[in-house]
């Protein structure tokens, strides 16, 4: 498989992430001053982003600001605070290795601003069907658990490369392979490109649809894009496939602005949720609510 890297690069977005200025540890001081008024974001493209904007709006947390970087940085600054029992709030999203490795919880959302039913979605560009009807039909049939994309991604993290990680998952898993492969027949190089940002939800679905499509014959290209182009690559038509849209909520935006310029094939996940993250030894916080305390 061909690996695209564009965007901002890896090093300075994890430089971001990791800047520590000088929290307040003292015991009585409210969750806010602790933290400095920061919550420790991701990729600026993210919907979770966009959310959390809203969220500071709903709750009148004028006074707090959300720094971006990449998902790999944030985590980086998980597991920093973590080991020392700092206090941290993140924008963490479920199915998330995070949540095996840590004990988190996610801060209660009495207003709604990060919606609520949320599943992924497969979109292709407009004229893939007819391009390829037969990868189409495996992508719209492509159905996974939270303890399925887990397993990738926790072996990704545990040091396994994300192709060898997806190649193992497709050996152990047949059965589910098989399901998604129903009346798909094999072909001789047809070349598709799926786009995917480096969020690690995304690196496992996309690594290991790649690796089934590329058992099939196709000549599969993985392209690691920012959030806004993977949907304009789409809309485009530059971009075949995606298997990164989280609606109807996280990605609202960009389906809003790209109507009719996608088909969205079919849903992989149910029951997948965004919000803000806080370790559970942070006990006098629960809810966002309270954040203005
Ligand atoms: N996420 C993971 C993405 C979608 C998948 C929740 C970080 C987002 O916020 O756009």
Not at 77 to 90: E, G, M, R, V
Not at 161 to 166: G, H, L, S, T, V
Not at 174 to 193: F, P, R, Y
């Amino acid at each position: 498989m061909w690996k695209k890297i564009a965007g901002i690069g890896a090093a300075a977005t994890l430089m971001l992430g990791l800047v520590a200025c000088g929290n307040n540890t003292d015991k009585d001081a409210s969750v806010g001053e602790q933290v400095n008024y920061k919550i420790t974001g991701i990729d600026p493209g993210a919907g979770i982003m966009t959310a959390t904007e809203q969220a500071l709006k709903d709750y009148d947390l004028n006074k707090w600001t959300l720094t971006s970087g990449s998902s790999a940085a944030m985590t980086a600054a998980l597991k920093k605070a973590y080991d020392k029992k700092d206090p941290i709030i993140i924008t963490g999203w479920t199915p998330h290795w995070m949540f095996s490795k840590y004990d988190l919880k996610y801060l209660k959302d009495p207003k709604g601003s990060y919606g609520d039913a949320e599943e992924i979605h497969t979109i292709t560009r407009k004229g893939f069907k007819a391009d390829h009807p037969g990868a189409n039909k495996l992508l719209s049939q492509f159905s996974w658990t939270e303890d399925d994309m887990g397993e990738v991604m926790l072996a990704i993290q545990d040091g396994k490369k994300p192709e060898e990680a997806a190649a193992n998952f497709v050996k152990k898993h047949q059965d589910l392979i098989a399901k998604w492969t129903k009346g798909v027949d094999k072909v001789n190089g047809e070349e598709i490109k799926l786009g995917y940002v480096a969020w690690d939800s995304e690196i496992a679905s996309t690594n290991v649809v790649g690796k089934v499509l590329e058992d099939l014959g196709y000549k599969v290209t993985l392209s690691q894009i920012e959030a806004g182009p993977m949907w304009a690559g789409i809309a485009k038509g530059s971009v075949d496939v995606s298997l990164a849209a989280w609606l109807p909520q996280t990605h609202k935006a960009y389906a809003e602005k790209y109507k009719g310029e996608f088909e969205d094939i079919g849903v992989s996940m149910k029951g997948v949720k965004i919000g803000l993250v806080v370790p559970k030894y942070m006990k006098d916080i629960n809810s966002i609510e309270d954040l203005k305390k």
